[in-house]
């Protein structure tokens, strides 16, 4: 009779996944705490691991020699590895997520989890400055889409467990279950009204769970009760945002500056190219070992108020420039921890000189750490509502909330002035990945592009002449006709252009040559390639046409710019929108169309 149980059991199991399956609501449910736990000790596994490696490579008493040797191979392994077998894993993952989110349908391979936790490990264990959080969202949102796809799920629904999986692992890197379910809609979805919200806390509640069950219930850091000690105080944080505002500035332009400066040298370099990073943070460390890995130790140091001001200026520059280095040479590793680091330094320094000037009025240095690290992260991270409630939950500390909050808008709103775009997003941009921000999403009941675009036409070569561009369009509608090498789109060129150089006898002129001289006679309009994306709203496209004059817009992909997956015409939205004779309206006389 047991037996008979056992060989039930499979034939049950199945029956289950299949009723949940007919049950969306139940089947999210259940896999929302399955991979909140599962990411859960997952994370905790990585977490753990890495400090058993770290106390390895630098053991108490160490050489100093260590300092510059171990960083150096390190990077020189994980190089290796990223080039040879996982290059998904370089750098912290966040843009990978979104990028997975957006345009590859959720899809994040096994192998590319397992590259990203391996790379990562030796990375952070052999000192490379950068933080576990960032990797960990990549690693649990992998594991997220890899379990939806096992079990057959749709698109949709692979999708929509992708900020499950890394909120909860963000919950498990961090402690903070409030700030990851922040952090999910406010920087992987973009939307604080995301439909998945019930899925995303149940995935951080489990993976809270599991996290206090193996380290208990510990901040992250143990901070004194600090307070506002007078209203005149307020002036400080004031400064404190700036200063931090103009770091965060200084910290994201470095950062990408360098990693433009790498991404130009030769492709086959690039399994070299951390060593860079590497070797730069052991000279750095073997001199001033404070900047080795994440810091989270000197952190805690500063902000119970062990400062000394010239320890603290030198730790913040250093950690900027090891960090930039690091990240941009292409060693795994995100840059959350770093911009903790860096924010706690800063406003260390800020707290000392104020406390230095005005002793009776201000808070110790530490006060203006702990308010620095959230200064620094949202003017870095650019997610502000997610900063002060992380600060909150890190510290369990809500007594400075109010100067958190004053130094965090005006470093968010210094960073948005000086750099217009965020760095995930310049990030993914310097990847050749067009991802949609928040202000460019809309509901579902917006018509997108996809609904009015229509098959892409066979486009014309640049080498090819007017005479035979002429006859292959002769009998088109369109007003512009896409232009594209070997390597794809290249431009659009007006079916008008052609026709009046084909007038004028130029039957030999080429393509190339006719979009050179269209470019010089239109100006700044023609200068940037004319394109929309399929999930932007038709309003968009509308927008797109009047600012270059084009009523024919291509519909490229978000991997790659120069891939055409339609093209989009004024007539065809304007049918959409169900607007009759649409070929006998100009949107130059509607220019309300284009808002």
Same mark, same amino acid.
């Given at each position: ?56 490579? @630098? ?7 260590? =300092? ?71 690693? /649990? ?7 939806? =796809? ?75 009760? @600090? ?33 433009? =400066? ?111 690290? /959230? ?48 760095? @995930? ?65 290249? /431009? ?30 239109? /100006? ?72």
């Amino acid at each position: 009779m047991p037996a008979i149980r056992i060989s039930a059991l499979p034939a049950r199991l199945v029956r289950l996944v299949e009723d949940l399956r007919r049950k969306e609501d139940r089947l999210a449910l259940v896999l929302s705490l399955v991979i909140g736990a599962l990411v859960g000790l997952v994370v905790v596994a990585f977490i753990l691991l890495t400090g058993r490696l770290t106390a390895l490579m @630098y053991p108490a008493g160490g050489a100093g020699w260590r =300092r510059i040797v171990v960083p150096t191979l390190g990077s020189l392994i994980t190089g290796y590895l990223l080039y040879k077998y996982f290059p998904l894993a370089r750098g912290s993952g966040i843009p990978q997520t979104r990028a997975a989110l957006f345009i590859h349908d959720g899809r994040i391979s096994l192998r590319s989890v397992m590259g990203k936790f391996l790379c990562c490990v030796i990375s952070l264990a052999t000192g490379i400055p950068l933080g576990r959080e960032g990797p960990s969202v990549y690693i /649990g949102s992998g594991l997220a889409s890899v379990i939806a =796809r096992r079990l057959g799920l749709s698109r949709a629904q692979t999708r929509a467990l992708i900020p499950v999986g890394g909120a909860a692992a963000l919950t498990a890197a961090f402690n903070t279950p409030i700030a990851a379910v922040l952090f999910s809609l406010e920087e992987i979805i973009g939307d604080l009204h995301a439909p998945v919200l019930g899925s995303i806390v149940l995935a951080s509640g489990a993976s809270w769970m599991v996290l206090h069950l193996v380290l208990h219930d510990t901040p992250l850091f143990h901070v004194p009760g @600090y307070h506002l000690v007078s209203p005149a105080e307020l002036g400080a944080y004031v400064v404190l945002g700036i200063v931090g505002g103009l770091s965060s500035v200084a910290f994201v332009k470095l950062l990408l500056w360098l990693r433009a =400066r790498f991404a130009k040298m030769p492709r086959a370099s690039q399994w070299i190219q951390p060593v860079a990073g590497g070797l730069t943070v052991g000279i750095l460390g073997f001199f001033v070992p404070q900047i080795l890995g994440v810091g989270y130790d000197q952190v805690e140091r500063v902000l119970n108020g062990d400062v000394v001001l010239k320890v603290v200026v030198t730790l913040a520059v250093l950690k900027i420039i090891a960090t930039s280095v690091a990240y941009a040479s292409g060693n795994a590793g995100g840059i959350f921890g770093p911009s903790l680091f860096i924010g706690s330094m800063v406003g260390a320094t800020v707290g000392s000189v104020a406390h230095l000037l005005f002793p009776a009025a201000t808070a110790g240095p530490g006060a203006y750490a702990l308010v620095g690290m /959230g200064t620094a992260f949202a003017g870095i991270i650019r997610t502000p509502l997610t900063s002060v409630i992380m600060i909150f939950e890190v510290t369990r500390d809500y007594t400075i909330i109010v100067p958190l909050m004053i130094s965090n808008l005006i470093a968010f709103y210094i960073s948005q002035k000086l750099q217009k775009e965020p760095i @995930y997003q310049a990030l993914a941009r310097q990847d050749g990945l067009h991802l949609p921000t928040s202000s460019s999403r809309t509901h579902s009941a917006v018509p997108l592009v996809s609904s009015a675009a229509r098959d892409v036409p066979e486009a014309l070569a640049p080498e090819m002449t007017i005479g035979v561009a002429a006859e292959r369009v002769k009998d088109s509608s369109l007003e512009s006709w896409p232009v594209a090498d070997e390597l794809g789109l290249v /431009g659009m060129v007006r079916t008008r252009h052609i026709a009046h150089a084909l007038d004028q006898g130029k039957l030999d002129m080429t393509i190339e040559r006719l979009m050179q001289i269209a470019r010089r006679s239109d /100006g700044d309009k023609a200068v940037a390639l004319p394109h929309v994306h399929n999930d932007q709203p038709l309003s968009r496209a509308l927008a797109r046409m009047r600012e270059n004059g084009h009523k024919v817009l291509p519909v490229v992909s978000r991997a790659n710019a120069r891939i055409m997956l339609g093209v989009v015409t004024f007539g065809d939205i304007l049918k959409e929108f169900g607007v009759d004779n649409a070929e006998e309206l100009d949107y130059r006389d509607h220019p309300d169309l284009g808002t």
